[in-house]
């Protein structure tokens, strides 16, 4: 059986973010990927210039003839944009569950630019979360979901953590990213407490969809834990094991972006490398 994992999220025309990110995240770690579009963005590795996005009924229409027809593992969501595709979106996935549901709450560009209306944040917490098992908020995601400060140090990231658990997802993996310093600190919360990781900051100016990357990465290592189940004879996980998939996935999303300069794209942050060491010189 072939593991199937979903995005439904905007596109990017320069290829390092959103649907084009994530399809390439799918293909690199052996997972089917197929897609659900929300958003036209006109972006290169220096900005967005302009946001179309696409009609709630018709990514509903996507997403019921797609699940109506294939058999996805697991699901990530990126940049949903109006409150009405945050809302249909929530109503398709708590019908039809397409396996769990990895969620990046994408509202702001690496390059500054926002993403989303701010009529669709209450409509996230109060529909969309709910039915997400995981969902991997930056500093000031985080920050913009809970309606208060960004954290500043790392002492801060564990109950900032805790309070988005209480929101509705069945996890959360709170990235420290944007505090800076020589380390770079991801903090998970689940029903069973707090793991905290540390890994080497990896110095590089490409970084255009490091978000998009890592989620879509767990999407596709969940997918192929739950088919690898399947063919097991196994029930799939309710609940699958955050801390390994995160930390492959984390595996996954560092060779990328050590691979990210090399590639030479664009003028400002330039793409994380999603086929290294895939792609033969």
């Not at 290829?15 to 995240?25: C, S």
């Not at 993403?115 to 039915?131: N, Q």
Request: net charge negative; aromatic share 2%.
């Amino acid at each position: 059986m072939t593991a199937v994992a979903l995005t439904v999220a905007g596109s990017d025309p320069s290829g390092g973010a959103g649907i084009q990110a994530d399809l390439k995240t799918f293909s690199a770690l052996g997972t089917y990927g197929t897609a659900v579009l929300t958003a036209l963005t006109a972006q290169n590795t220096r900005g967005v210039t302009g946001v179309h996005p696409v009609p709630a009924d018709f990514v509903g229409l996507q997403l019921r003839t797609l699940l109506d027809d294939v058999e996805v593992h697991a699901t990530k969501l990126g940049m949903l944009g109006s409150a009405g595709v945050v809302r249909e979106v929530a109503t398709v996935l708590a019908e039809l569950r397409p396996g769990p549901v990895i969620c990046d709450p994408v509202m702001v560009a690496t390059s500054g630019d926002r993403l989303v209306g701010d009529d669709a944040i209450d409509v996230l917490r109060t529909d969309l979360l709910p039915v997400v098992d995981l969902i991997t908020p930056n500093v000031p995601e985080a920050a913009v979901l809970l309606g208060g400060a960004p954290a500043r140090e790392e002492a801060e990231l564990s109950g900032q953590a805790e309070r988005l658990l209480g929101l509705g997802p069945r996890a959360v993996l709170l990235k420290g990213g944007h505090l800076g310093g020589e380390e770079s600190v991801d903090v998970l919360a689940t029903a069973s407490g707090i793991t905290v990781t540390r890994r080497p900051r990896v110095r590089t100016t490409a970084t255009h969809g490091t978000g998009c990357t890592l989620s879509s990465a767990i999407a596709a290592l969940v997918a192929r834990r739950r088919v690898a189940h399947r063919e097991a004879g196994r029930d799939a996980e309710r609940d699958p094991d955050w801390p390994a998939v995160i930390e492959q996935a984390r595996d996954y999303l560092q060779r990328a972006l050590e691979g990210g300069a090399g590639l030479g794209i664009g003028s400002g942050h330039g793409p994380v490398h999603h086929f290294a060491g895939i792609w033969r010189d």
